[in-house]
């Protein structure tokens, strides 16, 4: 049987209501884009502060672009390290809080590489390292830890009590921990404890992995994540030495790229050792002119910040006056959990009708019975938008889900 026969019978195979298709649209304004030849509003994108079409995130990526040229030409270890790339990673280092940094093409290949790379047996030999992971990590994490080859032990999503059990049972003084966690959670919109996080690590001296990707631009001092230290690197406590924190610029600092905040040591061994940067041309520069804007402008967006947060609590306290369960949500992603897969595209389909795009999530992204539209909302939406949006729920669609 040839391959392409393979996956001929695989597609067929395929139910409908698993199929993905790919779709095109055209960003507009205010948090809206073109779809099918007309404007809807964007209830779907990671765009959380709207800095996708900032005008000094495009005038600042196109100086760099005439500066630098359109492409890094090489990897970074060939001849696609620019100094102004080492500028931008000591700026993001001052802003995280953290000793050093570094970036990457994207937060798949951050947690895919770099996960890999600290867990490869050459470290571990004598003294073995053994993984947990919250059971609803993003498929990146998954995707690194079987690269690695190194078995992970999951706990129950964001019970760091089960995680305590699931330690206290299973590391023995011999072996090494790490801790693989998000922060805000991105099909749940619910938020790590960290501080309780970082009592576990330091109790079990495990190494403390957590990804910032939906948190970095909106939560922690200056927006700059949960896990963000109030000072620069200068004031770098050693104690944090045993954190690596993850987080990218294609979501809320409205760019592409992804980064690792980290210690020195860390940087300089994932510069030897992790393939996903070694093997990878650099990002280009008109990339890293606009993450450079947005980390300026970040800072700067508190009134972004308590716009969104007004908005997405007016937009769970209707959904839930509805009867509909949005989980353990405390940020700008709200799920709305569906009974079925046909159910979800159905009323996704219906608000697309409506003037409102909302992502139709079915698994295997999230677990079996888990179905769920996931309204993703930014701060350049409206109190009206928003309200327009629950109109269109109780109309439309509540019948579908609470009858």
Not at 1 to 22: A, F, G, K
Not at 223 to 249: C, H, N, Q, W
Not at 387 to 395: E, I, K, N, P, V
């Amino acid at each position: 049987m040839s391959v392409q026969h393979s996956i001929h019978e695989w597609l067929n195979s395929l139910p409908e209501d698993q199929l993905r298709h790919l779709r095109n649209v055209t960003p507009l304004a205010a948090g809206r884009i073109e779809l099918e030849g007309r404007a809807v509003i964007d209830f779907a994108s990671n765009d959380y502060l709207g800095l996708a079409h900032h005008p000094e995130l495009i005038a600042r990526a196109t100086h760099w672009m005439q500066d630098l040229g359109a492409g890094a030409r090489a990897s970074r270890l060939i001849s696609g390290n620019f100094g102004a790339l080492t500028a931008l990673e000591q700026k993001l280092a001052r802003a995280k809080g953290s000793e050093s940094a570094l970036i990457f093409g994207s937060g798949f290949q951050v947690n895919s590489a770099v996960l890999a790379a600290l867990l490869q047996r050459h470290l571990h030999q004598s003294s073995p390292i053994r993984v947990f992971t919250d059971r609803l990590c993003h498929a990146s994490f998954h995707f690194g830890l079987a690269s690695s080859g190194v078995k992970q032990s999951r706990y129950r999503h964001n019970d760091l009590k089960h995680l305590e059990e699931l330690l206290e049972t299973g590391v023995s003084q011999s072996e090494s921990a790490l801790i693989a966690t998000e922060s805000v959670f991105s099909m749940e919109g619910d938020q790590l404890n960290v501080e309780q996080a970082r009592e576990l690590a330091k109790k079990y001296d495990a190494l403390l992995y957590v990804d910032e990707a939906h948190a970095t631009g909106l939560f922690g001092p200056w927006g700059m994540g949960l896990m963000a230290a109030s000072g620069g690197s200068k004031d770098y406590p050693a104690s944090r030495s045993s954190e690596v924190v993850i987080g990218t610029f294609g979501k809320a600092l409205g760019s592409y790229g992804a980064y690792v905040a980290c210690s020195d040591e860390i940087r300089n061994y994932l510069i030897n050792r992790c393939a996903g940067l070694i093997y990878s041309t650099g990002l280009p520069p008109s990339v890293l002119g606009a993450i450079d804007a947005a980390l300026d402008l970040v800072p700067e967006m508190e009134d972004e910040r308590v716009h969104l947060r007004q908005l997405s609590e007016r937009l769970r306290v209707g959904l839930q006056a509805m009867g509909l369960n949005t989980l353990q949500s405390d940020s700008q992603i709200i799920p709305i959990l569906l009974p079925e897969n046909s159910t979800v595209l159905e009323v996704a389909k219906d608000l697309l009708y409506s003037g409102y795009l909302v992502g139709a999530i079915r698994p295997p992204t999230v677990p079996p019975g888990s179905a769920r539209l996931r309204v993703s909302l930014s701060a350049a939406h409206t109190f009206d938008q928003v309200d327009h949006f629950l109109q269109a729920m109780q109309r439309n669609i509540s019948s579908k889900v609470t009858g």
